[in-house]
């Protein structure tokens, strides 16, 4: 799904890759894809949660009880790169 990027302007894709629970721990993966003058790559959990959290999943705690972790890139997408993110995120139920 096409988002509007953290910064505020501009647009980027979104998806959720998986969401599971196990052992009272919930863990979210979510890719971020797209070309955009500040990148795809955030690493302000509370922008994060606001951003990819709450809307793949609006159960989610605080900001601050939240865990994330990332791998970026870039990959050919057609004829042009395109950088791309895949978040982490884990929290205890």
Known sequence: MKIKHWQGYGSVNAKKLSKSTK???TTLKVEVSGNHEYGVVRDDIYDLKRWLVDRFDKTAPDCYD????Y???????????????????????
Do not use: V
């Open 66 to 69: 939240i865990g994330y972790s």
């Open 23 to 25: 052992g009272g721990i």
């Open 71 to 93: 791998e970026n890139g870039y990959r050919r997408n057609g004829s042009i790169d395109e950088e791309y993110c895949i978040y982490t995120f884990t929290w205890r139920n």
